[in-house]
């Protein structure tokens, strides 16, 4: 497959093409760790670094692609969470979290790139910072094992040690240290270049939602009944995914509420009361053992967990499909729609989407087109 964020890869170029590009310059750094300058001048070393690298040369075309723009991005969202502490202490809490998000939008929206491409670099921008941090992390294991379901972990040394070199700063040394040995942590846990396999489905879940798992326990698998969560932003054909996929279920849709009751999508303050509507009905069909498709769009990690949680509790397996079309499409497929909602409202959607990880449910289908 032939990618490319952008042909020229000249800092002058990015900064045309890109406003994103042109806000590093105004964005200050902490002079103790980035004695470099702000974070143009960094993200710049960074690239330089990446580029002169053995381990990059060595990269496929496409490989190469991921990994640069993952470099390019990393700190894109230091704009929006640099607080200047005074006396040249400046943080940037939130930053690589926020900045997937961005990542997520712009390679969706404005510069399209295949789904899976678009993941990983989205999740290298997230994870970048992870190798030189990861041994202060309360449950190593399971952060790194986590990661390794959405990145490939030498791309991410790659990229974290470009981050470390292409910086100013006094405990240099310390942190290739760390980089390295973040690799050999991978390879003990058997994730080096790989994601961390699990016996079963049901086993990874059971590690992800268990303090204190062991991560090589296969649980026995008795479930009462199946609970199909979709998620997806609105107009990606939620609906018809259900009609055209043959599934012989019962479905709880939100929508559906909303409409009996002649509630807006867009009215916040009767949003609670559709969710509990829905979940008492959900509730139901659990008591039962009844499958049936909770028809949503579950957009948060956070949204997805509260009711994985409840279907859980009820002995029901959960799989979620996540269902997504490319940009222009899903924008045609929204002003279609009967109900169709506000580019505004849309807008802020996309801007807080989280895919759906392989850690959130006993199965996850992406339903990409």
């Given at each position: 497959?032939?990618?490319?964020?952008?042909?020229?890869?000249?800092?002058?170029s990015?900064?045309?093409?890109?406003g994103?590009?042109?806000?590093?310059?105004?964005?200050?750094?902490?002079?103790?760790?980035?004695?470099?300058g702000n974070v143009?001048?960094?993200?710049?070393?960074?690239?330089?670094?990446?580029q002169?690298?053995a381990?990059?040369?060595?990269l496929?075309?496409?490989?190469?692609?991921?990994?640069?723009?993952?470099?390019?991005?990393?700190?894109?969202?230091?704009?929006?969470?640099?607080?200047?502490?005074g006396?040249?202490?400046?943080s940037?809490?939130?930053?690589?979290?926020?900045?997937?998000?961005?990542a997520?939008?712009?390679?969706?929206?404005?510069?399209?790139?295949?789904?899976?491409?678009?993941?990983?670099?989205?999740?290298?921008?997230?994870?970048?910072?992870l190798?030189v941090?990861?041994?202060?992390?309360?449950?190593?294991?399971?952060k790194l094992?986590?990661?390794?379901?959405?990145?490939?972990?030498s791309?991410?040394k790659?990229?974290?040690?470009?981050?470390?070199?292409?910086?100013?700063c006094?405990?240099k040394k310390?942190?290739?240290?760390?980089?390295?040995?973040?690799?050999?942590?991978?390879?003990?846990q058997?994730?080096?270049?790989k994601?961390?396999?699990?016996?079963?489905n049901?086993?990874?879940?059971?590690?992800?939602?268990?303090?204190?798992?062991?991560?090589?326990?296969?649980p026995?698998?008795?479930?009462?009944?199946?609970?199909?969560?979709?998620?997806?932003?609105?107009?990606?054909?939620?609906?018809?995914y259900?009609?055209?996929s043959?599934?012989?279920?019962?479905?709880?849709?939100?929508?559906?509420?909303r409409?009996?009751?002649?509630?807006?999508?867009?009215d916040?303050?009767?949003?609670?009361?559709?969710?509990?509507?829905?979940?008492?009905?959900?509730r139901t069909?659990?008591?039962k053992?009844?499958?049936?498709?909770?028809?949503a769009?579950?957009?948060t990690?956070?949204m997805?967990?509260?009711?994985?949680?409840?279907?859980?509790?009820?002995?029901?397996?959960?799989?979620?499909?996540?269902?997504?079309?490319?940009y222009?499409?899903?924008?045609?497929?929204?002003?279609?729609?009967e109900?169709a909602?506000?580019?505004?409202?849309?807008?802020?959607?996309?801007?807080?989407?989280?895919?759906?990880?392989?850690?959130?449910?006993?199965?996850v289908?992406?339903h990409?087109?």
């Amino acid at each position: 497959m032939d990618w490319k964020l952008i042909e020229d890869k000249s800092w002058s170029s990015l900064e045309q093409q890109f406003g994103w590009v042109r806000e590093m310059n105004t964005v200050p750094q902490d002079t103790r760790y980035h004695a470099e300058g702000n974070v143009a001048v960094h993200t710049r070393m960074v690239l330089e670094a990446l580029q002169q690298s053995a381990a990059y040369q060595s990269l496929s075309a496409l490989e190469k692609e991921i990994v640069w723009a993952a470099a390019l991005l990393h700190d894109v969202e230091k704009r929006s969470t640099s607080v200047d502490e005074g006396e040249g202490r400046v943080s940037a809490k939130g930053h690589a979290r926020k900045g997937e998000y961005t990542a997520r939008t712009i390679l969706y929206r404005d510069c399209p790139a295949p789904f899976h491409i678009r993941e990983q670099i989205a999740s290298l921008v997230r994870y970048h910072g992870l190798p030189v941090w990861l041994m202060e992390k309360p449950d190593s294991v399971k952060k790194l094992c986590e990661a390794s379901l959405r990145v490939d972990t030498s791309l991410l040394k790659m990229l974290s040690e470009a981050d470390v070199r292409g910086r100013i700063c006094d405990d240099k040394k310390e942190l290739l240290e760390a980089v390295e040995l973040f690799e050999i942590f991978c390879r003990e846990q058997d994730c080096w270049n790989k994601p961390r396999e699990f016996a079963t489905n049901y086993a990874r879940f059971h590690y992800f939602h268990t303090e204190g798992g062991y991560i090589d326990y296969i649980p026995h698998e008795q479930f009462k009944c199946e609970v199909t969560m979709l998620s997806g932003l609105p107009g990606m054909g939620k609906d018809y995914y259900i009609q055209s996929s043959g599934m012989d279920m019962l479905v709880v849709s939100l929508d559906a509420i909303r409409r009996k009751h002649k509630l807006s999508s867009t009215d916040k303050s009767a949003n609670g009361w559709v969710v509990q509507t829905a979940k008492e009905e959900a509730r139901t069909y659990l008591r039962k053992g009844q499958d049936f498709v909770w028809n949503a769009t579950n957009i948060t990690r956070q949204m997805r967990a509260q009711l994985i949680d409840l279907f859980v509790d009820y002995g029901a397996k959960v799989k979620i499909v996540y269902l997504e079309q490319p940009y222009h499409i899903w924008r045609q497929q929204n002003k279609s729609r009967e109900y169709a909602l506000p580019e505004s409202v849309l807008d802020k959607m996309l801007d807080k989407l989280e895919v759906p990880l392989l850690t959130e449910a006993h199965e996850v289908v992406y339903h990409v087109v």
